[in-house]
C-alpha cells in the first residue's frame, strides 16, 4: 500500500490550525520540522520533493507534515485539505508561502515514518484500537481491544468514517448476529463485530491487498474462524442472508448496492453506511427510502456521514 506525504511550508504561527485541520481530515503523524533540520535533508528517502536550495525554502517557516492513505477518498480529503488552510486567511493567520507539495511513500518508508506517532485510541463506548506494536491493558472492564496492523490497507480505524461505523455497530448489533461487512479494508469492522458478538462475519473488499490484511488481523485478533473473508465486487453472488450489513465506501458506490444490500438483509435487518461526504448524504438518503428502508439514524463526525438504516417488511418505509 502506497500512502502520500504532505508537505505544508508555513508559519510559527499556522502550525496550530494547519495540524488541527490534517488530524480532522483523518491525516496521520502530523509531525513539524524546521527547513534545515537535517531530517528534512532525507530526500533520498522521502522522495524528490526535498531538494533543499535555501533560495527556494528560507530559514524562516517551517514544514508540517502528515500522511494520508492512497485510496478512493485521496482525492477528496486532499482538496478539503486545501480548501481548510486557505479559509485560515479569512481570520488573519499568516500562511507564509503556503507551499504544499506532495510526495508518494511506499509501505515500509512510511511505517518507520509514522509509527511512532500511531497509539491506542478509544473510539466507542467499548472499543480501543490499538496498533501491533503497542501493549496496552484494558482500563474498563467491559473494553474490547482491537489490535490493528495498519501498515496493511486503508485503516488505522480512527478515520472518523470507521469511527462512526463501528459506533452504529456496538449500537445495533445483536449477539449471534450474521454480518456482511462490504469494502473490509483492514478488517476493523468485521473484527470489531465478532468481538461485539457476531457469529459470523463475511468480510468483502475488492482489493486483494486489503482482503490479505483483513486475514491477517482477524488471525491477531482472534477472530478468524468468525470472519469468511473473499475477494469480491460489492454483493455480487453473494447468497447469504444477513442481520446487518456495514459498508463504509464513498456515497456513489453506496447506492450502487442498495437493492442488493435489501435481498440479502434478514426481516428488520440492519444496513449501516459511512464513507458518505456531507454533501452527498442526501443522494444516499433518496436511495434508501426510496428502497423502502426506515432509516433509524444520520450521524455526522467532522465532514463526513454515516446513515443507520433498516429493512421493514412492507415497502412503506413506515
Ligand atoms: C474507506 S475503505 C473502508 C475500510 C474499512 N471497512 C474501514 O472502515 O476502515 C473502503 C474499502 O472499500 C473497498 N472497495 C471499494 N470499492 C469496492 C467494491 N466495488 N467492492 C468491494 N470493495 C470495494 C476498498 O478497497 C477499501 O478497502
Known sequence: MKWSEICIHTTNEAIEPISNILHETGASGVVIEEPLDPDMERDDTFGEIYELNTEDYPEEGVYVKAYLPVNSFLGETVNEIKQAINNLM?????????NITFSEINEEEWATAWKKYYKPVKISKKITITPTWETYEAVDSDEVIIELDPGMAF?????????????????????????IDVGCGSGVLSIASVLLGASEVYAYDLDDIAVKATTMNAKLNKADKQIITKQNNLLDHVSVQ?????????AEIIVRFVDDAWN??????????????KAK??????KLTEQGFRILEVNEMEDWVSIIAKKNNQKSGA
Request: charged share 20%; net charge negative; glycine share 10%.
Open 155 to 179: 485503516g488505522t480505524g480512527t478515520h472518523p468514517t470507521t469511527v462512526l461505523s463501528i459506533q452504529g455497530i456496538e449500537r445495533y448489533l445483536q449477539k449471534n448476529d450474521q454480518v
Open 242 to 250: 444477513a442481520d446487518m450489513i456495514v459498508s463504509n465506501i464513498l
Open 264 to 277: 440479502t438483509l434478514t426481516d428488520d435487518g440492519i444496513f449501516i453506511t459511512s464513507g458518505i461526504i
Open 90 to 98: 479569512l481570520y488573519d493567520i499568516d500562511l507564509g508561502r503556503n
Open 281 to 286: 448524504k442526501q443522494l444516499v438518503l433518496d
